[in-house]
């Protein structure tokens, strides 16, 4: 770790973040206060965040006014290709954002002394742990009803969305 301030990077499945929204109850997120929770909770310098969501689904452009809200915070928007599936007879937004995420937070580890992954997913797992054996921090923001049991091994710090929202919540 460097001195000073930790460097933290932030890496967001959006995907994810709407669907555990969508459980725990719809709300907003103010992103340049939930930029201020991290560098306050976690004593660092937020130097990076990334916002991983599907950009087209079938050919049609979606989330612009939102993206456009993500870039004036400061968080770079990774517009991934999707598409439209049916699943159980419903259709769901299929976007593979998971490989991008992972090939990222690899890609810079020597930028940054803490990682935040906003996903429950448990196919994190194994980027996390090199992570975390390559003397990283590595904190989790997901609910508790949407996070592996994978993620859950004492490792990582997690914040549960349903306790912090009080600080990170649009209003």
């Known amino acids: ?37 991290l560098e306050w909770e976690l004593e660092g310098n937020v130097k990076e965040a990334h916002y991983y969501g599907a950009e087209k689904v079938n050919g049609v452009d979606r989330n612009n ?7 004036l915070s400061n968080i770079n928007v990774v517009k991934i290709p999707s598409k439209w599936k049916y699943v159980n007879g419903a259709p769901k937004i299929i976007c593979q954002a998971d490989p991008y995420i992972t090939t990222d937070m690899i890609d810079v580890q020597d930028d940054f002394d803490v990682v935040v992954l906003v996903s429950g997913d448990g196919d994190f797992l194994a980027p996390l742990e090199l992570l975390y054996k390559r003397k990283k921090s590595v904190c989790i923001i997901s609910s508790s ?18 306790e912090i929202k009080r600080f990170i919540r649009l209003y």
Request: hydrophobic share 45%; aromatic share 14%; proline share 2%.
């Open 65 to 71: 006014s939102y993206f456009d809200s993500l870039i």
């Open 1 to 37: 770790m460097q001195k000073g301030k930790p460097r933290v990077a932030v890496f967001i499945d959006g995907e994810n973040l709407r669907l555990t929204l969508g459980v725990i109850g719809r709300w907003a997120i103010d992103w340049k206060s939930f930029i201020h929770f």
């Open 145 to 162: 009803d949407q996070l592996s049991s994978d993620l859950q091994n004492g490792k990582f710090k997690i914040f549960d969305l349903k």
